[in-house]
């Protein structure tokens, strides 16, 4: 079965089921345990989450703002990407996206009727520094100024992700990520946010998904600047681990209550089979994919993602780098989607095999190597019910990846920075968007959530991605992931039945209201 039909009929199964369950489609009632990987009801009952938990959402720059142009804003890479023919679906660009540029007060307002206590968003760089270096454009400044003010106003913590993927265009222009002058360049735009903003910000993450950007972006090419040549990635890779750096301690000279943690994409990998030899290839998976970031900051070394020593010279790395890497992460943030399945490459890498699916990646090609040098073979498994981007659900797999994360780097505090999937739910006649599978699936992971921190995990916050339906990279407006619905024709926003739920976990703690 090709992946689509199957993802189509999976959702056919995994949809109706749970219409049946609450008797829309009068079919037999398919039960949690009949459903591979879903967690029971009574352990969705019992879930309680701690005091004082930061119940959040999320969202990114590029995907919401729009004003794409104004108040002296440059030319970002996201920009450029989505205004060459060819490169998004839909030809859909962020130039209006949710328009929260000039809409922050009413989001900001269905935060605060939903019980939020913590906002993660995005700065754009192209709005601080227009070319990518220089003095700070005031009038950048000043909107995430109004912004902050008016989270800590409704009692929202501000949550700055620095750098969610849109890169001034004029620094593209000088190579890009690979280019290890960008490091220095980073550290300037961290410290002036941090100058400007950090007597009201304390909760800083340098990177979203540093692994996705950089790969995406120069080793497969499907995100800007589209290059595809695995020493670029290896090369861009290594610039951001000297930028987060960099960055932490421009940060920290610049504002003595900055907290400096992370928003790195992390999913937990099983082995395909019990053979040493996809033990091996799972464990250089868990280092490329989730440790190639974390590692480098918390203890001053990569960790062992390839066969064999990492290519230092290919890297571009120096003597010194490791002194540069390491910093001390006050916390550890990371999102959850979906797990892997792992195994040994086979087969010889192929360049351009990879796969660009939703928001991951995945060799496809039979069991050939996703690249040269990790030799691994990824699969993302369909075991579970699949989203309408086809990313299985698989809530254990946030319990297998906390306590994973917990015990390797000795009990860290920890924020999950996004989680969250795509249903195309739309509004009824009465106007209501009744996405019951949304429900379900936080459910279920949180239920998943609360159980690693009662086994000891020190899990502060959550943020469902994303508070309103966006543009979704190079998939356009075709997937939506909001808690919100979005008609991107008026700008009209209803928040979605999930929402509301959400909005009643967020008050209790608890997950059966
Ligand atoms: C994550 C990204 C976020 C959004 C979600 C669906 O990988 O950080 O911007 O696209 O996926």
Avoid at 221 to 246: C, I, M, W, Y
Avoid at 252 to 277: D, F, I
Wanted: some cysteine.
């Amino acid at each position: 079965m090709d992946r689509r039909n199957f993802i189509s009929s999976s959702l056919i199964a995994g949809g109706s089921a749970l219409l049946a369950r609450r008797g829309f489609a009068g079919q037999a009632s398919p039960s949690p345990e009949q459903i591979p990987g879903a967690v029971p009801d009574s352990r969705i009952d019992s879930a309680r989450f701690p005091d004082g938990f930061l119940w959040g959402m999320a969202s990114a720059a590029y995907q919401v703002e729009g004003a794409w142009n104004i108040d002296g804003k440059g030319e970002s890479n996201w920009d450029r990407f989505a205004h060459t023919v060819g490169r998004i679906k839909g030809a859909a660009t962020g130039d209006i996206a949710c328009d929260q540029y000039h809409r922050y007060p009413e989001d900001i307002a269905i935060l605060k009727r939903l019980n939020q206590k913590s906002y993660r968003f995005s700065t754009s760089w192209a709005r601080i520094q227009p070319s990518g270096t220089g003095p700070a454009n005031q009038k950048g400044i000043d909107h995430y100024s109004r912004l902050t003010d008016a989270l800590l106003e409704a009692g929202i913590r501000p949550f700055c992700t620095i750098y969610h993927w849109d890169l001034p265009q004029g620094l593209e222009d000088r190579g890009g990520w690979p280019n290890r002058d960008l490091a220095a360049y980073y550290a300037d735009y961290a410290g002036l946010l941090a100058k400007h903003l950090g007597d009201r910000i304390t909760t800083w993450a340098p990177f979203n998904m540093p692994w996705t950007f950089t790969y995406y972006g120069y080793g497969i090419g499907v995100f800007p600047p589209g290059r595809a040549d695995f020493s670029q990635f290896l090369k861009a890779a290594h610039t951001v681990n000297l930028a987060q750096g960099e960055a932490f301690r421009a940060i920290k000279a610049a504002s003595s209550r900055a907290t400096v943690g992370s928003a790195y994409g992390m999913a937990p990998a099983y082995p395909k089979t019990a053979s040493e030899a996809d033990r091996a290839a799972t464990a250089r998976y868990h280092a490329m994919n989730n440790l190639y970031f974390l590692n480098p900051a918390i203890h001053g070394e990569y960790p062992r993602a390839f066969v064999g020593d990492p290519p230092y010279e290919a890297m571009g790395y120096r003597p010194g780098d490791d002194k540069i890497m390491k910093v001390p992460l006050d916390w550890i943030g990371f999102h959850y989607y979906t797990r892997r399945v792992v195994s040994a490459a086979q087969g010889s890498f192929e360049p351009g095999t990879a796969g660009h699916f939703g928001t991951e990646t995945e060799g496809e090609g039979g069991s050939s190597a996703r690249d040269p040098l990790t030799r691994i073979h990824v699969e993302m498994p369909t075991e579970g019910p699949l989203t309408e981007a086809g990313l299985e659900i698989w809530p254990t797999g946030i319990y297998d990846l906390v306590t994973q994360i917990s015990r390797e780097y000795n009990h860290p505090i920890i924020e999950i920075s996004e989680n969250g999937c795509c249903y195309l739910d739309s509004p009824d006649e009465t106007g209501r968007v009744p996405d019951a599978r949304r429900i379900a699936f936080h459910r279920q992971i949180l239920a998943e959530l609360a159980r690693a921190i009662a086994d000891g995990a020190r899990v502060r916050a959550y943020h469902a991605w994303s508070l309103v339906d966006n543009f979704e990279w190079a998939d356009g407006y075709t997937q939506r992931y909001g808690l919100t619905y979005v008609d991107f024709r008026s700008q009209k926003r209803t928040i979605k039945d999930s929402g509301l739920w959400y909005g009643r976990v967020a008050a209790t703690n608890r997950l059966n209201v």
